[in-house]
C-alpha cells in the first residue's frame, strides 16, 4: 500500500476493539470518526476468533449509520501491546484509536501499562476515547498544547483539521510556560511590578510564536472557528489538563513524545499527568 499521509486529516484508522459492554458505543463513535474524517478503518481485535464473535461485531457494525467506513475486522492472538504495535508500524494506519473508561482505576492501568507505551512506540497518532456514544456528541471546543517545540506546528494543524471536520466553533491553543521563565522573586511593590512585566513579556513572545504556526495553516481549515491563545504560568501537563477540565474541552490535542533523549523523558513525564486523569478525549499527534 502506498496511502499518502498529508500534513493535516488521517488516511487510515485502526482501532483496537474488546467484547465488553461499550462495545456497540465504541464502533458507533469510531465509524462516525472515519465517515467525518474520510478515512477507512480496519478493527482489530487481539483474541481468538470464532464464528460467534464474528457474527457479533458484524451485527454490531450494521447497526451504526457508516458501516461502509470499516474496511476489514482482523483477528490476531497475542500480546496486545506486541500485536497492536507490531500491526501498527508495519502498515499505513497513521490513527490509532483506544477506548477506555475515565476515572476508573483499571483505566488508569491500561493506560500506563499499554497505550502509554503504544503512544511512545507506534509511529503514529493515537486517539484515547473515554465517553463513546451511540448518539453524536458535538465536538465544540478543542484544546491544544501550544509548547515550544519541533512538533508543535504539526499538533496544531491537526487540532484544525479536526475542528473543522467535528464543525467545531473553538480551539484554544495553550501556551505552558513554567514558572522558572519568571526568574523574579517577589518580596514587595518593585519587584511585582517587574514580575507582571515580564509576564506580559512572555506572554507575548508566546503569542507572537503560536500565530506565526497558525498563519500557515490552510484557510478553509480556521473557516468558522473561533481561535483564543491562553499562555499558563504553572507545571506542564497538569497545567494543561487542569485547562481542558475547567474550559470543559470537548478534545485535547498534544505532541507525541519522542522515542528517545532527555526531551522525551521530561515530556512523557510531563503527558503522565493528563494520562492519570484525563478530562476528556485526548488526540496525541505523532509528526510523521
Not at 518593585?190 to 498563519?215: F, G, M, N, P, Y
Amino acid at each position: 500500500m502506498d496511502t499518502k499521509k498529508t500534513k493535516e486529516g488521517f488516511n487510515t484508522i485502526l482501532f483496537g476493539f474488546a467484547f465488553s459492554p461499550t462495545l456497540h458505543q465504541n464502533i458507533t463513535e469510531v465509524t462516525r470518526l472515519a465517515h467525518y474524517f474520510d478515512a477507512e478503518l480496519i478493527l482489530l481485535h487481539v483474541g481468538a476468533y470464532n464464528e460467534q464473535k464474528e457474527g457479533e461485531i458484524n451485527r454490531v457494525i450494521q447497526k451504526t449509520e457508516h458501516a461502509n467506513r470499516v474496511k476489514e475486522v482482523l483477528w490476531k492472538e497475542g500480546d496486545p501491546y506486541s500485536t497492536i504495535k507490531n500491526f501498527v508500524n508495519q502498515s499505513d494506519v497513521d490513527l490509532l484509536v483506544l477506548g477506555a473508561q475515565q476515572h476508573e482505576t483499571l483505566y488508569r492501568f491500561y493506560i500506563g501499562s499499554v497505550a502509554r507505551k503504544l503512544t511512545r512506540h507506534v509511529n503514529c497518532s493515537v486517539l484515547l476515547l473515554i465517553n463513546p456514544s451511540i448518539e453524536r456528541k458535538p465536538c465544540q471546543h478543542i484544546v491544544v498544547n501550544g509548547l515550544d517545540h519541533e512538533n508543535t506546528s504539526t499538533a496544531i494543524s491537526q487540532a484544525f483539521f479536526a475542528g473543522h471536520k467535528l464543525q467545531s466553533k473553538q480551539i484554544t491553543v495553550v501556551e505552558e510556560i513554567q514558572n522558572s521563565e519568571l526568574k523574579i522573586s517577589v518580596e514587595d511593590d518593585s519587584s511585582l511590578k517587574k514580575a507582571v512585566k515580564k509576564e506580559s513579556e512572555i506572554t507575548e513572545r508566546e503569542d507572537k510564536r503560536v500565530h506565526q504556526i497558525i498563519d500557515e495553516i490552510p484557510k478553509e481549515l480556521k473557516k468558522d472557528i473561533q481561535l483564543k491563545t491562553q499562555s499558563i504560568f504553572g507545571k506542564r501537563g497538569y497545567s494543561l489538563g487542569h485547562y481542558a477540565e475547567v474550559v470543559r474541552a470537548d478534545l485535547l490535542v498534544i505532541n507525541a513524545p519522542k522515542s528517545s533523549g532527555l526531551f522525551s523523558r521530561i515530556f512523557t513525564r510531563d503527558i503522565e499527568f493528563i494520562l492519570s486523569d484525563l478530562p476528556t478525549d485526548l488526540l496525541i499527534v505523532r509528526a510523521s
